[in-house]
């Protein structure tokens, strides 16, 4: 009867082991392309308590959870919860993988860092047009003088290859070399003026009227020339100190 009492008792104990070990772990449910309040519930439900840590959210972080979608998470799908999830927002994703084709991780591998991509390398500032009205520096510039090579060399470099968007006039125009249908287009800043001008010496190199400037406007005149105002979109192709030129190249030209 002794001997009964004492397998009983190891095999209670051997059930309560079993029963010990059989836990399941928790692991990571699949969010990415959900909107960031279904994903937090999506993680809350498979059992995860520890806060989620959310990256993005623009300049004033998330306001509205369901106006952020989920781009990436970590852990990836199915891999086992150590610590608090971490799930990477924007307002779309168009660049990101879907959970479904990230590889499966095991406990001991690390998530692979994909390096970042042109567009997300690129400043948000300055892969938008620049205008006076978001951009001091360009404000600065068409208010200043020709004269001071430091700062109008300073923004060529600065701001090569990006759009400026402001009011402008012909100065000055001449044929670019024999040509009869090409132009060499002094802009100044502002109204034109016979007596002064702002800014400084902005030039369209060897365009063509009808090819390259593309005018547009209620009124636009037959021929063009010396003193026609103008609505200009260009794009910064470089300054030459000693010539004192800075170079565009028209986007958009209206006539005003």
């Known amino acids: 009867m002794r001997r009964l009492v004492v397998t009983s008792a190891v ?22 392309g959900k909107g960031l309040d279904v994903a937090i519930s999506d993680v809350k439900r498979a059992g995860i308590d520890d806060e989620v840590e959310v990256l993005g959210g623009g300049m004033f972080g998330v306001v509205d959870k369901s106006n952020w979608k989920v781009c990436s998470q970590e852990p990836q799908i199915g891999a ?45 500032e300055l892969a938008q047009t620049l205008t006076v009205e978001s951009n001091e520096d360009l404000a600065a510039l068409l208010a200043g003088s020709a004269s001071d090579g430091d700062m109008v060399e300073a923004f060529a470099a600065k701001y090569e290859g990006k759009n400026i968007e402001f009011d402008g006039n012909i100065a000055h125009m001449d ?26 010496n902005f ?23 010396a003193g026609q105002n103008l609505h200009i979109i260009a794009r910064v192709e470089g300054y030459n100190r000693i010539q004192e030129l800075f170079f565009l190249k028209p986007v958009s030209t209206e006539v005003r």
């Open 203 to 225: 030039q369209f190199k060897d365009v063509n009227i009808v090819s390259d400037l593309r005018l547009t406007g209620s009124n636009v005149p037959d021929t063009i020339g």
């Open 80 to 124: 086992k919860v150590s610590t608090a999830p971490r799930l990477t927002v924007d307002r779309t994703c168009d660049n990101a993988k879907t959970a479904s084709e990230e590889p499966t991780q095991g406990p001991s591998e690390k998530p692979e860092q994909s390096a970042p991509t042109e567009a997300a390398a690129v400043v948000p």
């Open 11 to 32: 095999f209670t104990v051997a059930l309560l082991v079993a029963g010990c070990s059989g836990e399941a772990a928790v692991t990571m449910p699949d969010v990415v």
């Open 175 to 200: 044929n670019h070399g024999s040509y009869k249908t090409r132009y060499d287009i002094l802009i100044a800043a502002g109204d034109y003026s016979k007596s002064t001008t702002t800014g400084p």
